[in-house]
């Protein structure tokens, strides 16, 4: 069911996206924005800015604030549960943009939607967490799936970037949905996406150099192509420009830029069909490199919505073409010009996207061919190990990182922040007045009754932890403490309700503490609860140990 309804998303959204290019430029629907080279005039600075009027109308009408949570971040941090009604939002504002000619493609509406879809069909169907990000994962696998073409290329964009990891139990639902929407969305609107390679040529073994030196470059300049994106969106911010208009004027600079080249604009389907088909000079593939990197930072940097999924793979071939020439200079009849787009279009989209299996699939997908496939696995390794050792993030991890998420990947990280002290800490705590002498202390906590006990103000306001074992030792001793005082531990040692598992574990691990009392914040510090280590770090393995039989689908 999820596999159908995302390939009838795929196909009516993208339906919609075309009839705005016809509207708006006169593209035919078999040609694809970016490769209309005949498009001039006025209007392609016009049209963009009005789709920033319009995306600055969809935010406001937008009631409710706050950041979309998107599949990834439904998926690390709330067990797949994802807003419908915000998807749909995302849905309109992508198409704002593409629509309109803003240099982003369609794959955030395409996998947001299907994915919104699918959360609420687990919502309704009541499935527990890890069944619920199974099946996020496959609306987004079904979107990908529909959106290229390609069924493995969907189920592992799933696997790798949307679930986290490939498990047994995850890759019938997985498969069956991409396979699913691939026939639904052929079936309505025919082979959307078709990308003629060229002649690959063979391939020896010495060709894994040029192949991995590439994976190296696409890399570096993939990370810079982030950096651009977010330093717009900076200097966006810091500008005197008030936010509603700002994406209008990206609007204008995107439309200026498309002056220029008109390739620059949406997606880049038909600007990677026209690169790649035809000689095109060195010159002209570095300048539309350039300019197609520029005007996607300009998009996405001033408030527009969309994905760089293909934007990324119109880069990586635009430079790995570029990077054909000298090779083909210094190495006459190393690695053909379509043979290096390949790789670089992979390799610069793992940079940007992450997802090496899902760049590799692709294309496998696309050419068919199993030796090319194998360099393009070793860029897109080269590619990914570079970008995580220097950089650390993917686009869309590194933006949860300027919001303050701990998010790298869509593994499950939601039930160690929903394991918070307050729901581990034992609410009847035995507490002690500050007045009583340590004889009166042992009358009212006789050995065996508590381990520890908290003593507390008149108001309830925490004051220290006492061992009842250390005060009932100290009645043998040759001479015994006279104050209560005397016993007290960890008296500025506390614990807070909202604190997970993972930092009480450090808390207690840093103070060398057995037990802490839990208090209602800094400020009042009324006590609320007693927290033991022991108890904590059970819970915490039992917890770890359920999430794993989870994803391996093991049954109890």
Same mark, same amino acid.
Request: net charge neutral.
């Given at each position: 069911?999820?596999?159908?309804?995302?390939?009838?998303?795929?196909?009516?959204?993208?339906?919609?996206?075309?009839?705005?290019?016809?509207?708006?430029?006169?593209?035919?629907?078999?040609?694809?924005?970016?490769?209309?080279?005949?498009?001039?005039?006025?209007?392609?600075?016009?049209?963009?800015?009005?789709?920033?009027?319009?995306?600055?109308?969809?935010?406001?009408?937008?009631?409710?604030?706050?950041?979309?949570?998107?599949?990834?971040?439904?998926?690390?941090?709330?067990?797949?549960?994802?807003?419908?009604?915000?998807?749909?939002?995302?849905?309109?504002?992508?198409?704002?943009?593409?629509?309109?000619?803003?240099?982003?493609?369609?794959?955030?509406?395409?996998?947001?939607?299907?994915?919104?879809?699918?959360?609420?069909?687990?919502?309704?169907?009541?499935?527990?967490?890890?069944?619920?990000?199974?099946?996020?994962?496959?609306?987004?696998?079904?979107?990908?799936?529909?959106?290229? %073409?390609?069924? &493995?290329?969907? !189920?592992?964009?799933?696997?790798? #970037?949307?679930?986290? =990891?490939? @498990? $047994?139990?995850?890759?019938?639902?997985?498969?069956?949905?991409?396979?699913?929407?691939?026939?639904?969305?052929?079936?309505?609107?025919?082979?959307?996406?078709?990308?003629?390679?060229?002649?690959?040529?063979?391939?020896?073994?010495?060709?894994?150099?040029?192949?991995?030196?590439?994976?190296?470059?696409?890399?570096?300049?993939?990370?810079?192509?982030?950096?651009?994106?977010?330093?717009?969106?900076?200097?966006?911010?810091?500008?005197?420009?008030?936010?509603?208009?700002?994406?209008?004027?990206?609007?204008?600079?995107?439309?200026?830029?498309?002056?220029?080249?008109?390739?620059?604009?949406?997606?880049?389907?038909?600007?990677?069909?026209?690169?790649?088909? %035809?000689?095109? &000079?060195?010159? !002209?593939?570095?300048?539309?490199? #350039?300019?197609?990197? =520029?005007? @996607? $930072?300009?998009?996405?940097?001033?408030?527009?919505?969309?994905?760089?999924?293909?934007?990324?793979?119109?880069?990586?071939?635009?430079?790995?073409?570029?990077?054909?020439?000298?090779?083909?200079?210094?190495?006459?009849?190393?690695?053909?010009?379509?043979?290096?787009?390949?790789?670089?279009?992979?390799?610069?989209?793992?940079?940007?996207?992450?997802?090496?299996?899902?760049?590799?699939?692709?294309?496998?997908?696309?050419?068919?061919?199993?030796?090319?496939?194998?360099?393009?696995?070793?860029?897109?390794?080269?590619?990914?190990?570079?970008?995580?050792?220097?950089?650390?993030?993917?686009?869309?991890?590194?933006?949860?990182?300027?919001?303050?998420?701990?998010?790298?990947?869509?593994?499950?990280?939601?039930?160690?922040?929903? #394991?918070?002290?307050?729901?581990?800490?034992?609410?009847?705590?035995?507490?002690?007045?500050?007045?009583?002498?340590?004889?009166?202390?042992?009358?009212?906590?006789?050995?065996?009754?508590?381990?520890?006990?908290?003593?507390?103000?008149?108001?309830?306001?925490?004051?220290?932890?006492?061992?009842?074992?250390?005060?009932?030792?100290?009645?043998?001793?040759?001479?015994?403490?006279?104050?209560?005082?005397?016993?007290?531990?960890?008296?500025?040692?506390?614990?807070?309700?909202?604190?997970?598992?993972?930092?009480?574990?450090?808390?207690?691990?840093?103070?060398?503490?057995?037990?802490?009392?839990?208090?209602?914040?800094?400020?009042?510090?009324?006590?609320?609860?007693?927290?033991?280590?022991?108890?904590?770090?059970?819970?915490?393995?039992?917890?770890?140990?359920?999430?794993?039989?989870?994803?391996?689908?093991?049954?109890?």
């Amino acid at each position: 069911m999820t596999g159908a309804m995302a390939g009838m998303v795929v196909s009516g959204v993208s339906l919609c996206a075309h009839i705005l290019h016809w509207l708006f430029y006169d593209v035919p629907f078999n040609t694809g924005l970016s490769g209309n080279v005949f498009a001039r005039g006025p209007h392609i600075v016009l049209i963009p800015a009005l789709g920033g009027v319009l995306t600055t109308l969809i935010l406001h009408l937008r009631r409710r604030r706050g950041a979309v949570v998107d599949p990834i971040e439904a998926n690390a941090l709330y067990g797949g549960r994802m807003s419908l009604t915000d998807s749909i939002w995302v849905t309109l504002q992508n198409l704002a943009s593409n629509g309109f000619g803003l240099s982003v493609g369609m794959e955030a509406a395409y996998t947001q939607l299907s994915s919104g879809l699918a959360s609420k069909l687990g919502l309704k169907l009541k499935l527990r967490r890890e069944d619920m990000r199974v099946l996020v994962g496959c609306g987004s696998a079904g979107a990908i799936a529909a959106a290229f %073409n390609a069924p &493995l290329t969907g !189920s592992f964009y799933a696997f790798e #970037l949307i679930i986290g =990891a490939y @498990s $047994a139990v995850s890759l019938a639902p997985v498969i069956a949905a991409a396979i699913t929407a691939t026939l639904v969305s052929n079936a309505l609107t025919g082979h959307a996406f078709k990308v003629d390679i060229g002649h690959i040529g063979p391939i020896s073994a010495v060709d894994f150099l040029p192949a991995l030196a590439l994976g190296g470059i696409c890399a570096g300049f993939g990370i810079l192509v982030m950096v651009a994106v977010v330093r717009t969106e900076r200097l966006a911010s810091s500008s005197r420009i008030p936010v509603w208009l700002r994406p209008a004027i990206g609007g204008l600079l995107v439309g200026a830029l498309g002056l220029v080249t008109p390739q620059v604009l949406s997606s880049g389907h038909g600007a990677l069909n026209l690169n790649l088909e %035809n000689d095109v &000079l060195w010159t !002209s593939l570095v300048l539309l490199f #350039l300019l197609k990197a =520029a005007s @996607s $930072a300009l998009t996405i940097g001033t408030g527009f919505r969309g994905g760089l999924f293909f934007a990324s793979l119109l880069l990586g071939a635009l430079l790995g073409k570029s990077l054909a020439l000298p090779l083909e200079w210094l190495f006459p009849g190393m690695l053909s010009a379509p043979a290096m787009s390949l790789i670089g279009m992979s390799a610069f989209g793992v940079a940007v996207i992450g997802g090496p299996l899902t760049m590799t699939f692709l294309a496998l997908e696309m050419t068919g061919e199993f030796p090319i496939a194998a360099l393009v696995l070793a860029a897109a390794i080269t590619s990914s190990m570079v970008v995580r050792q220097t950089f650390g993030y993917s686009f869309s991890t590194w933006r949860f990182h300027l919001r303050g998420e701990s998010i790298r990947s869509a593994h499950d990280v939601g039930w160690i922040r929903n #394991l918070t002290v307050a729901r581990l800490m034992r609410r009847d705590v035995p507490t002690a007045r500050m007045d009583l002498t340590p004889g009166e202390f042992r009358e009212a906590f006789p050995l065996g009754s508590a381990k520890h006990v908290v003593v507390a103000g008149d108001s309830g306001t925490y004051v220290a932890t006492i061992q009842v074992a250390d005060v009932h030792a100290d009645a043998d001793g040759v001479e015994p403490r006279g104050d209560l005082s005397d016993f007290f531990q960890h008296q500025q040692d506390v614990l807070l309700p909202g604190m997970n598992a993972r930092q009480a574990a450090g808390i207690f691990e840093a103070k060398r503490a057995e037990a802490l009392a839990v208090v209602s914040d800094r400020v009042e510090r009324r006590v609320v609860g007693l927290l033991s280590e022991a108890h904590t770090l059970r819970r915490y393995s039992e917890e770890l140990d359920k999430q794993r039989r989870n994803m391996i689908g093991a049954m109890d």
